[in-house]
């Protein structure tokens, strides 16, 4: 069945969104440099199958396949007028999936990066980013949508652009930022910053996090950086660290590396945990058993989290995970 975000939140349980979709769709078939958006039209089946898979698992929130469905990344493949259209369809084939659940399930509209940096670094302004997501707001809107999904932003000036589309949309949304360089996103967010960068928008986020990123452990000390009172926060990690096996890239996080992640995540803070890159259905369930089975506690130390989920990518001076003041780091050369 359909529901709110808002009114999940309000049931004061911690909630599961879904998984990957791109390294999935690569396993069902996806061929190199080939838009995932386009299976909104072209295979819509395989992209509901993969909805279906992740409720099944457990998810209480499912994303819809448009993390790159902006007229910029459409571009590529000579659909930049398409993003309202695909962004519709999309909207549509994950509320099908969602209506049928036996549970309450949110359908949350994915909303990636343009992939093209703002003034003064490049030639994009502002404007034109937030013209670009309204495009892609009001398809999902359209089809359906209930909640934008901003992700794996690095730029405050894209974020709130981003925001506003939604704001103007009249959507509520989510922010998750990925803080992969050296603790920072890479034009050097820091994780308390992130709540600041919508401090002027008449509408604030309802939840904000971190995605994507270098790593669970990385994403935890991020999460529990921005932790403050009344602030509702999203964690959404990749499936371990990404490896070249040959020519494929496979990720080190097994079902139970993920499973123990969601539960630190939990008691570092986060309300809504998920997974990024690399997570499959099966890591979902696991993860589903493991919050299930969890009481939340303290928030976890430093070497309580290395322990369990893996060392730090980026090393930290100082406990970092216990100190809400973010410690100065490098990114390893090791």
């Not at 992700?151 to 981003?162: G, H, V, Y």
Request: include cysteine.
């Amino acid at each position: 069945m359909r529901t709110t975000l808002q009114a999940l939140l309000e049931s004061g349980h911690p909630l599961l969104a879904d998984g990957a979709t791109g390294t999935n769709f690569m396993g069902m078939g996806l061929g190199p440099g080939e838009p995932p958006e386009l299976w909104n039209v072209d295979a819509p089946d395989k992209v509901r199958s993969l909805h279906q898979q992740f409720v099944d698992a457990g998810a209480d929130i499912i994303l819809t396949n448009t993390f790159g469905c902006n007229r910029y990344r459409l571009a590529l493949h000579d659909a930049e007028d398409r993003a309202a259209e695909i962004a519709r369809h999309a909207a549509e084939i994950a509320g099908e999936v969602a209506a049928r659940a036996d549970r309450a399930v949110v359908v949350a509209g994915s909303i990636g990066p343009t992939g093209e940096l703002i003034e003064p670094l490049g030639s994009m302004t502002e404007a034109e980013a937030q013209a670009a997501f309204a495009e892609e707001v009001a398809g999902l809107k359209a089809g359906g949508a209930d909640v934008a999904w901003i992700e794996t932003k690095s730029a405050a000036q894209e974020m709130r652009a981003a925001a506003r589309a939604a704001i103007e949309a009249g959507m509520p949304y989510t922010v998750t930022a990925s803080f992969d360089t050296a603790g920072r996103t890479m034009m050097g967010l820091r994780p308390p910053e992130l709540v600041d960068v919508f401090a002027e928008l008449p509408v604030p986020p309802l939840a904000i996090g971190a995605n994507c990123g270098v790593g669970a452990s990385d994403l935890l000390v991020a999460i529990q950086q921005m932790r403050r009172d009344g602030l509702t926060l999203i964690a959404k990690s990749n499936c371990g660290i990404p490896q070249f096996k040959g020519a494929e890239i496979e990720y080190t996080g097994n079902p139970e590396l993920m499973g123990e992640y969601s539960t630190l995540a939990i008691d570092s803070g986060a309300r809504i945990v998920g997974g990024c890159c690399g997570t499959s259905p099966a890591h979902l369930a696991e993860m589903r058993r493991k919050i299930d089975r969890h009481e939340r506690g303290d928030a976890p130390a430093l070497d309580r989290i290395v322990e369990a989920v893996g060392p730090l990518t980026n090393a930290v001076s100082g406990d970092a995970a216990t100190d809400p003041q973010p410690a100065r780091r490098r990114r390893r050369r090791d």
